[in-house]
């Protein structure tokens, strides 16, 4: 790549100005004629001219608007467009005003409306006269004015060039341009002079300028539990709270100590891991009118907890993941890492263009690539020019050209060492259901007969002198009819060109229900493929080569023999409006062109090989100023519960500014010089004022008045646990909780009414959800649960755990009733009160009630009751004992099969199926209350409630 200097943003002479909403033209008192350069001209140019004056043999209502004459002359209408010193008679005024009855809305468009500045500077213009001065003047105008109106108006940045000379000299506002920025290099050496962690000074600085004052520092047992889920995302144990409260060295150092702990813990993998799922839309599905399971893409979802827990360098990180098998195919890790490209729902169906599916691929790469690595939102490139960002079209179509030979594979790749391979023993089950399926086709192929075809043959009147004169001949040569099927015969006939209409249909002998029966098995054992994917040695991966023509993929792809000889290697262009079918101008692999720096060997190949590690190499560099802003915000984000800069995906106009914009560049800095170590990240985070201090602060009023978004870092937010955090934290105060790391996907067990719903998919019904056979299956960490796109869990849904679908950039912690049924009235939450009641009193059962009730409290709250709450807790022990006395409680009878009713596409008959639920079969349920005495139920329904309190569901 050739070298340029960084920033490329440079004042240039432009021939037209584009001048933003932010104009006071009012108070500027500008004379008439340098007012219409100024404020009037442009917008026509921008908003009025592509319709009314560019192509003067499309005029759209006969008006032209590129001449004083022609505006004065009109349209169709006759009348002329602008009346000078009457506005309110004028046409265009009353257009663009979009108020009038009788003059329709101009531009047609709402979203191409004109400001409300844009709209007055045009009547203060038709007030003063409606004066357009000639081209010479406005060059003369332009000239004078120059130099004062570029200070006004922002600065223009280099790019490689819009599709119109308007984009590519447009100018922007400085303050939406700070992404694009050299970082911040503490030039007056503040941070070099000062004793603090330099998160505390220049947060401090900030409080000072407002002349707010900080809270005080979190006490030690607050302090523990709000580090313990940031960086683990679970309760810390009674033990460890002892631990550091007894700790006799000084607060920062014994709080350092658990901080160090925290970090060396397996658990801390899976906590970082999921935020980083999040952003990338993991699922264990494809999602789309399918949804076929990715049966291997757990094996990406552990290389990131691997990743995190291994404190992987950042830059390594990043370019695993975007071209992983490029640095080293025989690398297993490399070619799981990849399996990131292919986190985005995908599809190809026989009903779709292929190429429209391959464009959404590349499409959908292009863009999470922006928005995971780079903070941009570069979808919106991909019909036009960035409408708000120095995003030239070309750069979009430019940075897919790296993807545009990469190809979607299941990738043979040996199970490693260090992955969990445990429990693959469920693919009998699997196996069982296949079996089914074949049964049900074995069934079905016996009606289709010979005799059946006979049938056809009388019943439609039809000649079948062609097919008993095959079927003799096949019988004289394998000697007897029964070693005839009549596929056999079909086969033959079609193969002697007999008319197709005396050939008897594929399903000759079926029933009406019996095509819907026989569908429903095909599909059964198509998705099937995708599900036994899992315990075989396959990466949801990539490859670099030509692109295969296939019509659909409906099972797992695997590595063609030939992949630079076999299919058609792709072209890369600009594509008019995003249509794959409307290629415009060619573009090679390239970056962001408003982002480059000096030294950079990056170099852009239109080889089949190594254009996305080209790409990688770029976006991991030091000198590109997005990267590590980007991964610090995020880190920052997961430790205070909002970023530095409000919208991690989006560092570009429409995204929040940085409240703090030093704070940020100097940890992108210190994140890079200590080798991009995420741990290292935390450390400097954790070990600041600003991180322990207390969420309440001593004078509210004025908390409130200076701070009243609480952007300042004066106190620490509260934040509600996360969906995962609330299921692993329950199962872990429970006893329940399997700590294993890694491996196949777990099922929890779910609502029944949403888990066997009838889900339709293509052509079929979906699997229904059936949880893993064994409690210890069950109760692994929510990471681990089964993500199928189609098929969302409620409990986790209503505690906002996201979508795969979209990038989330930050969870949302809503408030809403469903949340109350959730924790009090759910089945899986009573189970875990349950669990805990019962081992509780099988672990003491000899001391008193006021001991038990203590005993709850450590294990849900980490502390001991206070009076108040221990009498509480005794006495709704004490009434639900009662209560429960009173009740008959049933067992939960599990279903081991499910029937469907369904349509038949083809017929139109309705028809009903079965399906076995295999894991359900051999279930072994969690403990009942049936299993227990009338005083356990009670006690759990204590339990209930501390697992209901904000003291147990809010970190603060």
């Given at each position: ?787 199928i796109r189609g098929l969302g869990d409620p409990f986790m849904e209503v505690f906002n755990s996201p979508g795969s679908d979209l990038s989330c950039e930050k ?127 009670a006690l759990a329904e204590v339990c209930l409630v501390l697992l209901n309190s904000n003291e147990f569901l809010y970190v603060y």
């Amino acid at each position: 790549m050739q070298s340029s200097q960084f920033p490329r943003i440079v004042l240039i002479a432009i021939a037209v100005v584009y001048f933003g909403e932010a104009i006071s033209f009012a108070a500027e008192e500008l004379p008439a004629d340098v007012h219409f350069v100024r404020h009037v001209f442009p917008t026509l140019q921008t908003k009025c001219f592509t319709c009314h004056g560019d192509d003067e043999g499309e005029l759209r209502g006969e008006l032209n608007l590129k001449t004083q004459v022609d505006l004065l002359k009109g349209g169709e209408s006759g009348d002329p467009s602008v009346v000078a010193g009457k506005p309110d008679d004028s046409l265009l005024y009353l257009a663009v005003t979009r108020n009038s009855d009788d003059v329709g809305a101009m531009p047609p468009k709402e979203n191409d409306a004109l400001t409300k500045q844009q709209v007055a500077a045009i009547k203060v213009w038709i007030e003063r006269g409606a004066v357009w001065p000639s081209e010479k003047r406005i060059v003369e105008i332009r000239e004078e004015y120059q130099s004062q109106w570029d200070a006004e108006d922002g600065i223009p940045i280099q790019t490689s060039g819009g599709l119109s000379a308007d984009w590519t000299n447009r100018r922007y506002e400085t303050e939406n341009l700070w992404a694009y920025q050299p970082l911040w290099a503490d030039p007056d050496g503040i941070l070099k002079a000062a004793q603090a962690n330099s998160i505390d000074v220049l947060i401090n600085n900030r409080l000072t300028e407002i002349g707010l004052s900080a809270s005080q520092r979190a006490d030690r047992r607050t302090l523990i539990r709000r580090a313990t889920y940031d960086l683990i995302g679970l309760p810390p144990t009674i033990q460890e709270i002892e631990n550091f409260l007894n700790d006799p060295a000084e607060d920062s150092v014994a709080f350092q100590t658990v901080v160090e702990r925290l970090l060396k813990s397996p658990h801390y993998g899976e906590r970082w891991g999921q935020h980083w799922l999040d952003v990338v839309r993991y699922a264990d599905s494809s999602g789309f009118a399918n949804d076929y399971e990715r049966g291997n893409a757990w094996r990406y979802r552990d290389y990131v907890v691997r990743s995190f827990n291994e404190d992987k360098p950042y830059d390594q990180f990043v370019r695993e993941q975007i071209a992983g098998d490029e640095i080293d195919p025989t690398n297993p890790e490399n070619l799981i890492a990849v399996g990131f490209l292919r986190m985005g729902p995908w599809e190809l169906t026989g009903m779709e263009v292929p190429k429209v599916a391959r464009q959404r691929f590349l499409d959908d790469v292009t863009d999470i690539v922006g928005q995971t690595f780079l903070g941009h939102m570069l979808q919106c490139a991909r019909c036009h020019d960035h409408k708000f960002d120095p995003v030239p079209t070309r750069d979009y179509y430019s940075i897919q050209a790296a993807f545009a030979t990469t190809q979607l594979v299941e990738r043979h790749v040996d199970f490693m060492k260090d992955e969990n391979v445990s429990g693959f023993d469920e693919r009998e089950l699997l196996l069982a259901r296949r079996k089914h399926y074949l049964a049900m086709l074995n069934d079905l192929d016996k009606k289709k007969t010979i005799q059946a075809a006979r049938d056809w043959y009388r019943d439609e009147e039809k000649d079948s002198s062609h097919f008993e004169a095959i079927f003799n001949k096949l019988v004289e040569k394998k000697g007897g009819e029964e070693k005839v099927n009549v596929g056999e015969v079909r086969t033959a006939m079609q193969k002697a060109k007999v008319d197709p209409s005396l050939i008897p249909p594929r399903h000759v002998g079926f029933q009406p229900v019996d095509f819907g029966k026989e569908r429903v098995a095909r599909k059964g054992l198509e998705r099937l493929l995708w599900r036994l994917d899992r315990y075989d040695p396959y990466a949801l991966s990539v490859y670099n080569g030509k692109t295969l023509q296939r019509k659909s993929v409906n099972a797992p792809v695997r590595m063609p023999k030939d992949p630079r000889g076999q299919g058609e290697l792709e072209e890369s262009f600009i594509l008019t409006g995003g249509d794959p079918f409307s290629p415009s101008l060619p573009v090679t692999p390239g970056i962001l062109s408003a982002v480059s720096f000096t030294d950079s060997n990056v170099s852009r190949t239109e080889s089949i090989y190594d254009r996305r590690l080209d790409l990688a190499d770029w976006i991991a560099s030091k000198e590109n100023p997005l990267t590590a802003r980007v991964m610090v915000n995020r880190i920052w984000q997961g430790h205070f519960g909002q970023g530095i800069a409000g919208n991690p995906n989006n560092f570009g106009t429409t995204g929040k500014k940085p409240t703090h914009p030093k704070l940020l560049d100097h940890l992108a800095r210190e994140f890079m010089d200590s080798g991009w170590s995420v741990k290292q990240m935390h450390r400097k985070i954790m070990s600041s004022d600003a991180y322990c201090r207390s969420s309440n602060h001593s004078d509210a009023q004025q908390l409130n008045a200076l701070d009243p978004l609480r952007e300042t870092y004066a106190v620490f937010l509260p934040r509600r646990l996360e969906a995962e955090e609330i299921r692993d934290s329950m199962l872990v105060v429970s006893g329940e909780l399997n700590p294993e790391i890694g491996g196949i996907p777990s099922r929890p067990e779910m609502n029944l009414e949403a888990a066997l719903q009838p889900r339709q998919v293509m052509g079929t019904f979906a699997e229904g959800w059936q949880p893993s056979v064994l409690p210890q299956q069950r109760h692994r960490r929510s990471i681990y649960s089964l993500k199928i796109r189609g098929l969302g869990d409620p409990f986790m849904e209503v505690f906002n755990s996201p979508g795969s679908d979209l990038s989330c950039e930050k969870r949302e912690a809503s408030t809403v009733t469903p949340q109350v049924f959730a924790l009090l009235n759910n089945e899986q939450t009573y189970a875990r009160g349950l669990a805990m009641a019962n081992s509780t009193l099988k672990k003491s059962p000899q001391v008193s009630d006021s001991e038990i009730i203590q005993a709850i409290y450590q294990r849900t709250l980490g502390r001991d009751p206070v009076d108040l709450e221990l009498n509480a807790c005794l006495s709704h022990w004490q009434q639900m004992t009662k209560r429960h006395q009173t009740l008959e409680i049933e067992r939960i009878e599990y279903p081991t099969e499910v029937e469907r009713e369904a349509v038949e596409e083809n017929t139109g008959e309705k028809f009903r199926f079965t399906k076995p639920l295999e894991f359900y079969q051999n279930f072994v349920p969690d403990l009942h209350a049936a299993d227990v005495d009338v005083r356990t139920r009670a006690l759990a329904e204590v339990c209930l409630v501390l697992l209901n309190s904000n003291e147990f569901l809010y970190v603060y």
